[in-house]
């Protein structure tokens, strides 16, 4: 940007339109810290919507709730435990490096998938204000104050994971036939090789693609891929 190609950006303007919040959250969006960025406002509608997204956690989408904080006595569920669980870790690790960018982008998903469950746990919506804080203080300022807490978001013990939460209890395979991907299924993540060429050979989408074909053999990539190969 510059003067000379009458193309510079007041920032007064997008935190008159948007909020000083999203212009941050933005700015640590673009990418890494040591690296130059193009300027593409287009970009800043996404980072409003998805505090848009965060707030409505709180107070849910729309008018639905009148202004007033949800009921937030919901007990949390293991899933919920391990998207929040998850998020800590990345943005503990990513902070440590400035990776602000990728930080941001683990938030975007924690929050479609608490969204997705309708979380309505206090601790864990808690733990995401903390962890908001440094990218969009404002917002986690008023939702600090809204959930009853004392003093400044910023004064708040910074949460760590806890690794329970994050051990996989499930294991997603594509099962392929011939090189060629047909479809997905679900294992337990000790199942050894064995359960797995039996579940997937008596599962009824593998014998619609078998046929009367033989079955050759079977490759198995652990937590990835099951090949049958037929002919």
Known sequence: MSKSM?????????VERYGADTLRLY?????PVEQSKPWDTNGIDGCHRFLKKF???????????????????QPATPEML????KLIKKVSQDIETFSYNTSISAFM?????????????????????VLIAPFAPHIAE?????????GSVCDAKWPAYDEQYLVESQMQLTVSFNGKARYQI?????????????????????????????????IIVPKRIVNVVIK
């Open 6 to 14: 009458f193309n510079v950006v007041n920032p007064d303007m997008i």
């Open 27 to 31: 700015e640590m969006f673009l990418g």
């Open 55 to 73: 707030w409505a956690l709180y107070y849910g989408a729309g008018r639905e709730n009148n202004g007033q904080l949800l009921s937030l006595d």
């Open 82 to 85: 391990k998207s929040v669980h």
């Open 109 to 129: 998903i924690c929050v479609n998938e608490l969204t997705q469950m309708r979380c309505r746990n206090k601790e864990l919506l808690r733990t995401l204000v």
């Open 142 to 150: 008023e939702l600090w104050e809204a959930l009853g807490e004392d």
């Open 186 to 218: 679900l294992f337990p993540a000790d199942a050894d090789n064995a359960t797995i060429e039996q579940t997937v050979l008596a599962d009824e989408r593998s014998l619609k693609y078998i046929g009367d074909k033989k079955v050759v053999k079977v």
